[in-house]
């Protein structure tokens, strides 16, 4: 028998991944299905579960014949973060679920961010509230569909939909719990006074118990094992959310440097070793061994590129001829700014700003790659700002841009810090399959599988000449942006 190996399923904003990878963090085979989510024109961005599991459970019977012959020790979940899926006690959905882009929450949050009553919630939970957070959205579900959570038996993050329906066990870990906004960081449970004040008081009891994310958190069943192809009785990780698993894929253990995120959100996370000062970012996880993981960000990142390619260019141009566009087009040359706010966050509104007769297909592409750059080191700039702790030398990039060497070069010299490419093709598979690892007992713990797992594919050091050029180009993005943001609002 050949080695044996890890499953990984991720499941983002746009496709399920799933991934085998061996006890060293290479892959060895993968496959994906696509699933559609739905962007309504009010705001509201949902996912039919019955969908999304149909492209998972094919992606896994794909994925387990490209196996075949191997032993399988364990399987790791994470997707994206927020948002929430409601099921009943089989773990059919009771209605959508909602994807953490979704908006309907924005009314509750103006609300509360109008009294104190949103910096008292973020006092307990450790995070700002928003519209997307499942904090949020849970609160709200419960104002505006109470016949629908009668005949709700569990509230459970995207990852932790798929592990029920594998295992069928309900249970989430700390990372989306605490990240959600759910938990009461000091208490170390669910923020009970909070969902109380918010109206959740009567629906506690559908919140699923909290297992660390490197704990068995179930395991195949007979139906899901007939499904999927995948062994029955296989144990199941606790795994974490989208973020942690991409900083722990990123092998950002121990270690001064700052992971970066390049999907669909802008991602930019560091540990810290307790709570972050007064002010509460986005992102404030309960991470491993007792860490925090601090992060900030939106979703204005790579996908800014994806939906040019598609939407606007009609698929005319790829990804490598956009690569190449942009590598020829130099730094120095006059051109336009670019907002990466095309998927939000609201009130923000994505475009081209200042586009002048000498810019072409060339200087729009550069001035996405850079408005997506400029996005990560505000966000970077203000995580680290909340964590109180020194900027790391080091960044770790990861994501789609981290495919890309001219867009991770940009970042390099847009942050003025060293970048270092991910070794990992699926970052964030990999952080799942590294908690499936110490789950199945093949590592002691997380520090030591992400040592073993996880390495640095390219390095890229910052041309220091075009440090005063990107100071002044992202003052005049942060100007254009707090601007039109203003302009959104009036």
Not at 11 to 18: E, I, P, Q, R, S
Request: aromatic share 6%.
């Amino acid at each position: 028998m050949s080695a044996p190996v890890l499953i990984a399923i991720d499941a983002g904003g746009t496709a399920v991944k799933v991934v085998a990878f061996d006890l060293s963090g290479t892959e060895i085979a993968a496959e994906a299905a696509d699933v559609p989510t739905q962007h309504h024109p009010d705001g509201r961005v949902e996912r039919d579960l019955d969908i999304f599991w149909a492209g998972t459970v094919s992606a896994l019977r794909r994925l387990a014949a490209d196996c075949a012959g191997r032993e399988i020790l364990g399987v790791g979940c994470t997707g994206f973060g927020n948002g929430i899926f409601l099921v009943d006690a089989q773990g059919e959905a009771t209605r959508p679920g909602i994807v953490s882009v979704d908006h309907r929450a924005q009314p509750l949050v103006d609300t509360l961010c109008a009294s104190q009553a949103a910096r008292e919630i973020a006092a307990v939970t450790g995070n700002r509230i928003w519209g997307g957070q499942t904090l949020m959205q849970i609160a709200r579900l419960a104002q505006t569909e109470p016949e629908i959570m009668a005949c709700t038996r569990w509230a459970l993050a995207c990852k932790d939909v798929i592990r029920f329906r594998l295992t069928g066990a309900a249970l989430t870990d700390p990372s989306d719990a605490s990240g959600g906004g759910l938990m009461d960081l000091a208490g170390g449970d669910y923020a009970r006074d909070v969902l109380e004040r918010l109206g959740f008081g009567a629906h506690l009891h559908r919140l699923p118990p909290i297992v660390p994310s490197d704990a068995v958190a179930g395991r195949i069943s007979r139906a899901a094992a007939e499904a999927t192809g995948l062994p029955e009785g296989t144990p199941v990780a606790g795994s974490m959310m989208d973020v942690a698993a991409c900083a722990l894929g990123a092998g950002a253990v121990d270690a001064p440097v700052l992971t970066m995120i390049a999907g669909t959100w802008s991602i930019n996370s560091l540990e810290c070793a307790g709570p972050p000062g007064d002010e509460a970012p986005i992102l404030n996880l309960l991470y491993r061994g007792g860490k925090r993981l601090v992060a900030e960000g939106s979703p204005s990142s790579a996908a800014n590129l994806g939906w040019f390619l598609d939407r606007a260019l009609g698929r005319r141009v790829g990804v490598d001829e956009a690569n190449a566009l942009v590598a020829a087009c130099p730094a120095s040359q006059d051109r336009c700014q670019f907002l990466p706010y095309v998927f939000g966050p609201e009130p923000r509104r994505g475009g081209f700003v200042d586009l002048g007769a000498s810019d072409d297909l060339g200087t729009m592409l550069r001035a996405i790659y850079e408005g997506v750059a400029f996005q990560a080191r505000r966000h970077a700039e203000d995580a680290v700002a909340l964590a109180g702790q020194p900027f790391p030398g080091t960044l770790r990039l990861a994501g789609g841009a981290a495919k890309s060497p001219v867009w991770t070069q940009i970042f390099a010299d847009i942050c003025q810090r060293p970048v270092e490419a991910v070794r990992a093709t699926e970052v964030g598979a990999l952080g799942a399959a590294i908690c499936a690892s110490v789950a199945a007992g093949a590592y002691g713990d997380l520090g030591e599988a992400a040592a073993r797992m996880t390495g640095v594919a390219r390095r890229h050091e910052p041309d220091r000449e075009l440090a005063a050029l990107y100071d002044r180009r992202f003052c005049t993005f942060r100007r254009l942006d707090a601007g039109l943001a203003a302009l959104m609002t009036a």
